[in-house]
């Protein structure tokens, strides 16, 4: 399986941004999926996870009410959808699979990693 995320950039406070990550694979609709983000000198930490059919979702205490996360098995994609973002939401954001339909939190759950995108957003 290969990642390739997208759709990050420089936004202001208060803006808007959609993430995708494209998937390659005949498998992607059994895997999970999740979104993580590392800024410099920390570690990568969870955002968003969702199930391998989209059923069950969970965000971490930054995301909720935010962001959004959601998938398309048909066209191997998933998103994630971020809503008045903060200077605070900036870093690289990953797009991540998991070998499993159920979703995972944390780092180590994850078998397959995108390259990232950048998300800056100014104050």
């Known amino acids: 399986v290969q990642l390739v995320e997208s759709g990050g950039g420089l936004v202001q406070a208060g803006s808007s941004l959609t993430l995708s990550c494209e998937a390659s694979g005949r498998t992607f609709s059994t895997y999970a999926k999740g979104w993580f983000r590392q800024t410099p000198g920390k570690e990568r930490e969870f955002v968003a996870t969702i199930s391998s059919s989209g059923s069950t979702i969970y965000y971490a205490d930054s995301a909720k009410g935010r962001f959004t996360i959601s998938r398309s098995n048909t066209k191997n994609m998933v998103y994630l959808q971020m809503n008045s973002l903060k200077p605070e939401d900036t870093a690289v954001y990953y797009c991540?699979?998991?070998?499993?339909?159920?979703?995972?939190?944390?780092?180590?759950?994850?078998?397959?990693w995108g390259q990232g995108t950048q998300v800056t957003v100014s104050s």
């Open positions: 991540a699979a998991r070998r499993g339909v159920t979703t995972g939190t944390a780092t180590r759950d994850y078998d397959y």
